[in-house]
């Protein structure tokens, strides 16, 4: 009786250690999956704020080319510079109406603050039509573009 | 007195229950309407979201203008909220109601053009190399055949790629090749809505047979603006793969073992995901039928496969292997990576992705020997791999959605709509800074 008593007892306690153990265990898993939610929100809010920044900075370059150039063309191509500066932006435009790179293009390098919606042009150059801009295309370089040696012609 | 304030309860209670009922209707006004205006917008002309594509809604009405982000995000948030208004409320929506809206939006995107993505491009592509030109898609891309009239809507990044996609579907695909890209484009649609039929009436049935409210599950899975923009909207081979997967669930559930592994082995076949599945299946089953019944469907596939495009065509890890490699700005890795300054994600990041994914995987068999519903767990599997995938797409973060409005721990469903969430959120950008 005492044995049957015993036993009963112990599986009793083991029930509760593994009720103890799954429920400990569940708690531990929706902790982590809590921390990991708060990581990908962060994460994605913090993306969401720099794309922001990073469009806004675009808007303003665009606006800059076509206050720069008098023309207000919306066919623009906006590139990066990668290598040295993450915000200074070079944006090319045709010179005269048409399809993108269509005629002579202009391309002005931008960078700096957003003020009243427009950034500091530091310099550019020319392209020929229908060439992407590469520095072996590049002409009549004016501004930082010159010191900086980017035309090779 | 007591009569009247008895009676003035009553009409509370009514009232009460009428207002949910109400709010529901309007929830699923907003749904259709969202939809609507996504599609006639998208008929005009193509735009960064509407591939080029052969005029197959021509003769839709003019309505709307060129959809640009700003709609699009507009249509997209409204429809976020009447689907989380229409999941508080799906206590009090009828079945046939429920029904009724879906069929709505099926109908409303199957006539439109495709959205969003290119892919169904590439799935005509890829046959068309098989049956008009003899060209074995997995070892040449879209570029091999620039001359067919399908090269034209090939998206840029895909036309020098081999196909990633199961050797069962690019089989399936084949017979649609002689149809033109028109017919071919066509068929995909109705294949698409075939299978997201299928995939809501079993996740229906497996619901139900679970105890849980089938009502709810169809509401979920069929009224998801990302299920219904981007997978239906996209004609999206992964609906497909989730068919496949949820008959594997409800032929498991009705203790047919072998048919269920060999159905998840058929959607491994269409797409290499679902394949996540079957350790699963196997751990919590432990019936000779489920090693038999994948073993068989393996080999026939393999065998199938071998004969129709080689060794290229049994080769998925390759395939697997080069897509793992991409990466897409909407890839929680990437976020991440910016958030801690980086510029990227780099091949480091994707050895601890895989390291993070394999100890994930690991915890999911071990709980699931211990007991823990397999279900879940292949549900809790699939929503790691588009997590910790660097190339995430809006179809992706959908795979885990029909196992978790059938699984038995609900943290499966709150994740999966918190990671959606999340990608939509991510979407909004152009919405504060619109760029022309």
Redesign the interface.
Same mark, same amino acid.
């Given at each position: 009786m005492s044995a049957h008593g015993r036993t009963a007892a112990s599986e009793g306690a083991d029930v509760e250690h593994t009720a103890k153990q799954g429920g400990r265990r569940w708690r531990t898993? =929706?902790i982590v #999956?809590l921390l990991v939610?708060l *990581? *990908?929100?962060?994460?994605?809010?913090?993306?969401?704020v @720099? %794309? =922001?920044h990073t469009? @806004?900075r #675009?808007?303003a370059d *665009?606006s800059t080319w076509r206050s720069y150039t008098h023309k207000p063309f %919306?066919n623009l191509s906006v590139s990066q510079d990668?290598s040295k500066h993450f915000t200074r932006e070079v944006v090319c435009g045709n010179t005269a109406p048409g399809d993108p790179k269509t005629h002579t293009q202009l391309c002005l390098v931008i960078s700096g603050p957003v003020r009243h919606g427009r950034r500091e042009v530091r310099g550019g150059w020319y392209l020929p039509p229908r060439v992407e801009d590469k520095p072996e295309f590049r002409y009549r370089c004016f501004g930082s573009a010159r010191g900086e040696f980017q035309c090779t012609r | 007195v007591s009569v009247a304030a008895h009676a003035e309860r009553g009409i509370a209670q009514r009232r009460g229950a009428q207002w949910p009922v109400l709010i529901a209707g309007v929830c699923a006004l907003v749904l259709v309407a969202a939809t609507t205006e996504v599609v006639l917008d998208a008929v005009l002309d193509h735009s960064p979201l509407i591939p080029k594509s052969p005029a197959i809604a021509g003769w839709l009405p003019d309505l709307g203008e060129r959809l640009g982000y700003r709609t699009f995000l507009i249509a997209l948030l409204a429809s976020v909220a009447a689907y989380g208004g229409l999941l508080a409320l799906a206590g009090g929506i009828s079945k046939r109601a429920a029904i009724a809206l879906l069929a709505t939006l099926h109908a409303i995107v199957f006539v439109g053009p495709i959205l969003i993505s290119t892919d169904v491009f590439s799935y005509i592509a890829y046959a068309r190399m098989g049956v008009e030109h003899g060209l074995n898609p997995y070892t040449h891309g879209p570029i091999s055949i620039s001359s067919d009239p399908v090269y034209y809507f090939v998206g840029r990044d895909w036309k020098h790629v081999e196909t990633a996609y199961g050797p069962l579907y690019t089989l399936l695909s084949y017979p649609l090749a002689p149809l033109g890209v028109n017919g071919a484009l066509w068929a995909m649609k109705i294949v698409a809505m075939f299978s997201s039929v299928g995939t809501l009436a079993l996740t229906w049935r497996c619901a139900r047979a679970r105890g849980r409210d089938p009502v709810f599950a169809l509401l979920a899975l069929g009224a998801n603006p990302l299920y219904v923009l981007y997978a239906l909207g996209g004609a999206h081979n992964d609906l497909i793969m989730m068919l496949l997967m949820m008959v594997a669930v409800s032929l498991t559930l009705a203790g047919r073992d072998a048919p269920a592994a060999a159905a998840v082995v058929a959607g491994a076949l269409v797409k290499a995901t679902v394949a996540a599945l079957l350790p699963f299946m196997l751990l919590a089953r432990r019936t000779l039928p489920v090693l038999a019944g994948a073993a068989a469907a393996l080999a026939l596939g393999a065998l199938v496969a071998f004969l129709a495009f080689g060794i290229h065509g049994v080769d998925v890890v390759a395939a697997l292997n080069r897509d793992a490699a991409f990466v897409s700005t909407d890839s929680f890795p990437t976020e991440i990576a910016h958030l801690f300054g980086k510029p990227g994600v780099f091949p480091v990041d994707h050895d601890l992705l895989k390291g993070a994914l394999v100890v994930i995987v690991v915890h999911l068999l071990w709980r699931t020997s211990r007991g823990y519903d397999w279900v879940a767990a292949s549900g809790w599997a699939l929503l790691a791999i588009s997590v910790t995938s660097t190339w995430l797409l809006a179809w992706y973060i959908l795979w885990p959605l029909p196992l978790a409005l059938v699984a038995r721990d609900r943290r499966l469903l709150v994740a999966t709509l918190t990671i959606q969430a999340l990608f939509i959120a991510h979407q909004i950008t152009p919405f504060f800074a619109p760029v022309s």
């Open positions: 898993e =929706t #999956l939610a *990581l *990908l929100a962060i994460a994605t809010g913090n993306d969401v @720099q %794309h =922001t469009n @806004q #675009l808007i *665009l %919306h990668y | -």
